[in-house]
């Protein structure tokens, strides 16, 4: 058996491993990256870039929707051509993928298409498409191989062959109602959406609210701009069985009701891709929730393997793997940056889209923190009434006596570009005075936390 030997082997390139090995390679050493077939990674490929280049077009959809409320006549009957919306979301992917590519080869890397699997530490098999075999060694390495959807094992499910975040995205035409099983933030995205789109929605979630992870009265607010766009909610239910018969799914539910629908998207969740790739030889172990175990400085229990990205347990967004390598970078090279305390903003892109970033009012009251909440409807702003977009609402957690924003959830127009504001504020540690005193171009949304945190809006 030959080995090839690399100073770094990759295997997967998500966001953390691709960005290393080009980084690494571009300085001269000698790197292989083993991805099975997405260049670019999911990201690009299946997740973040093509459903917002969707969202996007749903809306524009709404918007032209709404053209004579701004004065302009003419596109009365706006509607979808899901040929067109699918031609320009793969012309956006493709563009990336092969600036990707380029991008890859360029740094000198041995970009190596196959199925990499461990067969001893520090050492793959990769098996390409055509059957051709390679065997891969690095002085250092690092697994990225990210998450699946998970399709749950109700009865019949399997059967029904769901659409997954994955498969939804190769529809040649839009179902006339889909039922989506999951309230988290894949499902909601999905279900804002296509309902702009024209296509009947229900929506279950088994919990009592959508969105689990944020306040109630967040997660309210966003399923009551949901519920305006037509998606039915149905919360507090479980689906028990599912079938299929003459073209529509049935879901049966465990209050004993029962929704049908032309389609059905499974959303509840994702599951890291481990299976397969020989971890036991490698000496990798993995933790209780089947994430590849690592360490505050993302080792893995192998001597000179690290891990990143959703396998490693980090929060599951593109940024916080970028971050990952970031971190990877410095802690090959001997470094120890930790992943402790890091300050991971996100966004829930359903219309009008929700900017995260700190603690939620509860996670700061069971820590047990003194707090304010400011809160304010989004059309305090006068910005928003300029664009004539009124849905939402801003809500802030401020700390008694030191006066720091401990977090913000921001619902409204634009708010995956003022969350970073607040992230910036947070990261310089600026109290909210200092945020509400600056001085904020007029009139932008990022102006409005000028009142969110003015005594109107703030309780005392
Ligand atoms: C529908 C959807 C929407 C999302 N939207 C957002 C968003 O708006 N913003 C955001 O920040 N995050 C979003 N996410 C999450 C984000 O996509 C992930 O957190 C991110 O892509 C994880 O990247 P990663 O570095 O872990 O690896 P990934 O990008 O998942 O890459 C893993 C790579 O490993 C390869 N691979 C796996 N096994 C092997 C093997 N044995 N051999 C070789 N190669 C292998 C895979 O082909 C893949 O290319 C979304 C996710 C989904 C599903």
């Known amino acids: 058996m030959d080995i090839e030997d690399f100073d770094l082997l990759v295997i997967g390139g998500g966001k953390a491993g691709k960005s290393l090995a080009m ?32 969202v996007n077009s749903a809306r524009l959809l709404a918007l032209t929707r709404r053209a ?31 600036g990707q590519r380029k991008s890859f080869l360029d740094s000198g890397m041995d970009l190596v298409i196959g199925q990499a699997r461990f067969i001893a530490p520090r050492t793959v098999q990769v098996t390409g498409d055509d059957g051709t075999l390679r065997t891969l060694r690095g002085t250092k390495v690092v697994i990225n191989t990210g998450m699946v ?38 499902g909601c995205e999905f279900a804002s959406m296509l309902s702009i789109m024209g296509v009947a929605v ?28 037509g998606v039915t909610i149905r919360l507090g239910v479980e689906a028990t069985s599912v079938s299929r018969a003459s073209g529509s799914v049935s879901v ?23 299976d397969g790739l020989g971890l036991d030889a490698a000496g990798v172990e993995l933790n209780d929730r089947a994430l590849v175990k690592v360490d505050e400085f993302l080792q893995t229990t192998a001597d000179g393997v690290w891990a ?12 916080a793997s970028w971050n990952d390598f970031r971190i990877l970078k410095s802690n090959l090279a001997g470094g120890s940056w930790s992943t402790r305390g890091r300050l991971i903003p996100y966004c829930v892109f359903t219309t009008p889209e929700l900017g995260r970033v700190g603690m939620s009012e509860s996670e700061a009251r069971a820590a047990g923190r003194e707090i304010r909440i400011a809160s304010m409807p989004v059309a305090a702003i006068p910005r928003a009434r300029t664009v004539g977009e009124l849905a939402g609402h801003w809500k802030a957690v401020v700390e008694r006596g030191t006066d720091l924003i401990l977090g913000v959830s921001l619902l409204g127009h634009e708010s995956s570009e003022v969350i970073a504001v607040v992230q910036m504020a947070m990261l310089g540690g600026l109290t909210y005075q200092q945020l509400r005193d600056a001085v904020i171009a007029h009139p932008t949304m990022s102006e409005g936390l000028q009142l969110l945190f003015s005594d109107a809006f703030l309780e005392q």
């Open 149 to 186: 959807p998970f399709v749950p094992d109700i009865p019949g499910m399997r059967a029904v062959t769901p659409l997954t975040s994955t498969t939804i995205l190769e529809l040649e035409s839009l179902p006339a109602s889909i039922v989506i099983v999951g309230g988290g933030y894949i």
């Open 68 to 98: 004579t409320e701004f004065g302009i006549t003419g596109a009365e009957t706006p509607a979808i051509d899901l040929t067109l919306l699918r031609e320009r979301k793969e012309s956006v992917v493709s563009t990336m993928v092969a």
């Open 308 to 319: 990143a990205g959703d396998v490693a347990g980090s929060p599951q967004f593109t940024h």
């Open 252 to 274: 049966q539910l465990s209050d004993g009701s029962e929704v049908s629908a032309g389609d059905i998207l499974v959303a509840v969740g994702r599951v890291p891709v481990t």
């Open 23 to 54: 980084d690494w390679a571009g300085a001269g050493q000698r790197v292989a990256m083993v991805e099975r077939g997405m260049i670019g990674g999911t990201c690009i490929n299946v997740a973040c870039i093509p459903t917002k280049t969707l």
């Open 202 to 229: 229900t929506l279950l979630q088994r919990g009592p609210s959508l969105l689990p992870r944020e306040d109630a009265d967040v997660a309210a607010a966003v399923a009551t701009a949901m519920k305006n766009d």
